[in-house]
C-alpha cells in the first residue's frame, strides 16, 4: 500500500514544472544543490535526509517535504527515510562552472594555524546554526525576495581552485553591488548569527524555521542584532568586502536540513 503510494509520488516527481503548481514553494530541482519537494501523505512523519530532519509545509491543503540536497551528494538514487518507509529521489548532473583564481594574498590559501583555529571555532558555531531545527511562524512556505539589487552572478555550485588548488564548491550566490548598499531580510525570521568570520567578513545568519537559514557575507555594515525578530524587506545591513573577497558583492547562502542550495531556488 504505501510502497505504491511512494511509486505514485516518484512518477509525479519526474513530470513535475519547476514553479507554476506551487505558490510558495521553492523550485524542484534534483541535483546536488538542489531542492526536492515531495508531495506526501499527512500520516508521513519523522523525515530524514542524510541524518537531518527534513522541513514539511502546506500547500493548498497537500502536505510536502522540502528536502535540500547537499552539494557533495552522489548522482544517482538516494533515499529520504520516513516513519511509512523511504522516499527514492533520482539526483541528476548539472553543469555547474569551474573558477580559478590567483589570490595575491596566500594568507587566506594558506592561513596559519591561529588563522585555522580561528575558522574551525566559526565554522562550528555556524555548523550548529545550519543543524539546528527550531519552529516555524508561518503556515505556508515562506515567499523570498532578492536581498539587495543587481546582476546575479551565477555562481552557486561553481568548482574553485584557489591557486590551483581545488577547494570546496561555492556554497551561495554572488550578487555584485557597491558598497553600501541596502541588504533586506528576503523573508521573515530571526537573527541567529552575527560574526566577523575570517573567510565570510561581516555575516548575518537569518533562521525562518524547520532549518531553513539565510546568509549574508562579506557586509561592510550590519543593523540588527543578535536574537531580533526581521520582516521581509527590512533593511539588515550594507554589501560590503570584508573577508575573502576580490570586490564587492553580497554573497547570499540558503540552506536547508544542513545543506547548502541554490537561492535562485526559492525567487519566482
Ligand atoms: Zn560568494
Given at each position: 500500500?504505501?510502497?505504491?503510494?511512494?511509486?505514485?509520488?516518484?512518477?509525479?516527481?519526474?513530470?513535475?514544472?519547476?514553479?507554476?503548481?506551487?505558490?510558495?514553494?521553492?523550485?524542484?530541482?534534483?541535483?546536488?544543490g538542489?531542492?526536492?519537494?515531495?508531495?506526501?501523505?499527512?500520516?508521513?512523519?519523522?523525515?530524514?535526509?542524510?541524518?537531518?530532519?527534513?522541513?514539511?509545509?502546506?500547500?493548498?491543503?497537500?502536505?510536502?517535504?522540502?528536502?535540500?540536497i547537499?552539494?557533495?551528494t552522489?548522482?544517482?538514487?538516494?533515499?529520504?527515510e520516513?516513519?511509512?518507509?523511504?522516499?527514492?529521489?533520482?539526483?541528476q548532473?548539472?553543469?555547474?562552472?569551474?573558477?580559478?583564481?590567483?589570490?595575491?594574498?596566500?594568507?587566506?590559501?594558506?592561513?596559519?594555524?591561529?588563522?585555522?583555529?580561528?575558522?574551525?571555532?566559526?565554522?562550528?558555531?555556524?555548523?550548529?546554526?545550519?543543524?539546528?531545527?527550531?519552529?516555524?511562524?508561518?503556515?505556508?512556505?515562506?515567499?523570498?525576495?532578492?536581498?539587495?539589487?543587481?546582476?546575479?552572478?551565477?555562481?552557486?555550485?561553481?568548482?574553485?581552485?584557489?591557486?590551483?588548488?581545488?577547494?570546496?564548491?561555492?556554497?551561495?550566490?554572488?550578487?555584485?553591488?557597491?558598497?553600501?548598499?541596502?541588504v533586506?531580510?528576503?523573508?521573515?525570521?530571526?537573527v541567529?548569527?552575527?560574526?566577523?568570520?575570517?573567510?565570510?567578513?561581516?555575516?548575518?545568519?537569518?533562521?525562518?524555521?524547520?532549518?531553513?537559514?539565510?546568509?549574508?557575507?562579506h557586509?561592510?555594515?550590519?543593523?540588527?542584532?543578535?536574537?531580533?525578530i526581521?520582516?521581509?524587506?527590512?533593511?539588515?545591513?550594507?554589501?560590503?568586502?570584508?573577508?575573502?573577497?576580490?570586490?564587492?558583492?553580497?554573497h547570499?547562502g540558503?540552506?536547508?536540513?544542513?545543506a547548502?542550495?541554490?537561492?535562485?531556488?526559492?525567487?519566482?
Amino acid at each position: 500500500m504505501h510502497k505504491k503510494n511512494l511509486k505514485t509520488i516518484c512518477t509525479l516527481l519526474a513530470i513535475l514544472p519547476s514553479t507554476a503548481l506551487f505558490a510558495a514553494l521553492p523550485q524542484n530541482s534534483l541535483r546536488p544543490g538542489g531542492i526536492a519537494i515531495l508531495p506526501i501523505q499527512n500520516n508521513v512523519q519523522d523525515i530524514y535526509y542524510q541524518k537531518h530532519r527534513v522541513l514539511t509545509t502546506e500547500e493548498n491543503g497537500q502536505k510536502y517535504a522540502v528536502v535540500g540536497i547537499p552539494l557533495s551528494t552522489p548522482l544517482g538514487t538516494s533515499d529520504v527515510e520516513t516513519n511509512q518507509g523511504n522516499i527514492p529521489i533520482q539526483i541528476q548532473s548539472y553543469p555547474y562552472a569551474e573558477q580559478h583564481i590567483q589570490l595575491k594574498n596566500t594568507s587566506f590559501v594558506e592561513p596559519s594555524s591561529e588563522q585555522l583555529a580561528r575558522y574551525k571555532k566559526e565554522a562550528e558555531a555556524q555548523n550548529n546554526i545550519y543543524t539546528s531545527f527550531t519552529q516555524n511562524t508561518w503556515h505556508t512556505f515562506p515567499n523570498f525576495i532578492a536581498p539587495t539589487q543587481g546582476k546575479f552572478s551565477n555562481s552557486f555550485g561553481r568548482k574553485r581552485f584557489f591557486n590551483n588548488e581545488e577547494r570546496a564548491p561555492h556554497s551561495g550566490l554572488d550578487i555584485p553591488a557597491p558598497v553600501g548598499q541596502k541588504v533586506i531580510a528576503p523573508a521573515d525570521g530571526t537573527v541567529v548569527g552575527i560574526g566577523n568570520y575570517f573567510f565570510n567578513g561581516n555575516t548575518i545568519l537569518i533562521d525562518h524555521g524547520q532549518g531553513l537559514i539565510s546568509m549574508f557575507c562579506h557586509l561592510s555594515k550590519i543593523e540588527v542584532h543578535q536574537g531580533q525578530i526581521v520582516h521581509q524587506g527590512e533593511e539588515i545591513g550594507k554589501v560590503g568586502k570584508t573577508g575573502r573577497v576580490t570586490g564587492p558583492h553580497l554573497h547570499w547562502g540558503m540552506s536547508l536540513n544542513d545543506a547548502r542550495v541554490d537561492p535562485q531556488l526559492f525567487l519566482k
